[in-house]
């Protein structure tokens, strides 16, 4: 197959769940298949179309300056989104540029197919109807409940109001889509139900295995470990609610608990975190996240907010490192409570779960070990490709060729 592939980002430096979903997914589709992608090129990340190579063809970069969620545009793109009738998180990636590069692509070569990764690039794809749509999450679930997580009332209208534009946006883009891709069951399951959509299947979560081989005798690094992206809401909020709501409990009966916050862009709010406890650290991007796992006695899930499947939590397995999670930080995942991990949701209950795991080895183990068997016995990232592969082969031939 020929396959034309849209995202928003480049994959290096790879340091976000969906990044290394797309990059485990095509690194074999591009062994056996023929991959042109497009992104936005980020200036401050030039690793990114530099290694392109790895896991397509031929890359197309589109020059664009990314707005950070921190600067004072970002906040006139929150203002704007009171007016307008795409949600933020969508009408951010709008480019002119980028449809362009897409509508030229789509003249003058014959692809078999075209992969919308993430809706938020649909906008710039000229006709979505002839392309697979990607869906790493359903968004809509997302800002649902960050809209119910919303610390004061201003912030939970406003999210609400992203909640409702989202829906609209996400069922007429899943609607018009040639095909869907979900990444669980739930996921697929719940667009058939919120959507109205037939035309969806889903593909595993996977893991690289040999990649995250414990080493004999790892060096200890903390007790507790939470890794994901630290500017992403809602890590940013299940951070804070295990700080300053579980991580207290845990401290009734183990004063000297160490949390580390592992990954990429730490927030303000996840910063201020560690301010005045010096058992509490924020990492910031670290080059390599395994001795972080390795050094753990325990990996937490604490989200509250989220959708599609934690990568987190395979890796943690992979890792042979005891997780506790939340029940939506390990939905869509085929793991059960107290064979695979722990799955508490109150903050008493999270506090227990995370005592008793610390303090017995034993059981820390037993987890540890079933769970890595789960993952090395069924969830490759090469298996997940091949079904990923298996779909695209299955869904109509959306892209038309050139005149």
Known sequence: ????????????????????????????????????????????????????????????????????????????????????????AVRRWSSAAMRQTVADLIAREDYDCIVCDFPFPAPNIPDISRSVLFQHNVETTIWRRHAAAAPDPLRRVYLELQ????????????????????????????????????????????????????????APQTDIVFLGSMDWMANVDGAGWFTSE???????????????????????????????DPLITVTGTVPDVRPWLWGASVSIVPLRVGGGTRLKIFEAMAAGTATVSTAI????????????????DSAPA???????????????????????????????????????????????RVASPKP
Not at 262 to 273: F, I
Not at 374 to 379: E, G, Q, T
Not at 383 to 393: G, K
């Open 329 to 344: 930080g390990a939905e869509g995942l085929p793991v059960d409570h107290d064979r695979h991990l722990l799955i508490a």
């Open 163 to 218: 909640a409702r534009r989202m829906f609209a946006f996400e069922k007429d883009l899943c609607r018009r889509a040639a095909y869907v891709i979900a990444v669980s069951a739930k996921d697929a399951d719940t667009m058939r139900q919120e959507f109205g959509i037939s035309h969806v299947d889903d593909v595993p979560t996977g893991v690289d295995i040999d990649f995250f081989a414990r080493p004999q005798d790892p």
């Open 246 to 276: 579980v991580l207290p409990l845990i401290r009734q009966q183990r004063p000297d608990c160490r949390l580390a916050l592992v990954g990429r862009d730490p927030s303000p709010a996840v910063q201020r975190l560690a301010q005045g």
């Open 1 to 88: 197959m020929k396959l034309l592939w849209v995202k928003t980002d480049f994959l290096h430096p790879t340091d976000r769940g969906g990044q290394i979903r797309t990059l485990e997914t095509l690194r074999p589709l591009h062994k056996r298949h023929e991959v042109h992608y497009v992104a936005f090129a980020d200036p401050l990340r030039p690793e990114g179309p530099r290694r392109a190579g790895e896991y397509s063809t031929r890359a197309f970069p589109v020059e664009q300056a990314i707005v950070s969620k921190r600067s004072p545009r970002f906040a006139l793109q929150l203002a704007a989104g009171l007016l307008d009738s795409l949600p933020v």
């Open 350 to 396: 999270f506090a227990s779960a995370c005592i008793g795991l610390l303090n017995d080895e034993v059981r820390r183990q037993r987890l540890s070990s079933e769970a890595w068997r789960l993952v090395k016995n069924r969830y490759s990232w090469e298996s997940a490709a091949q079904r990923f592969e298996q779909l695209l082969e299955r869904a109509p």
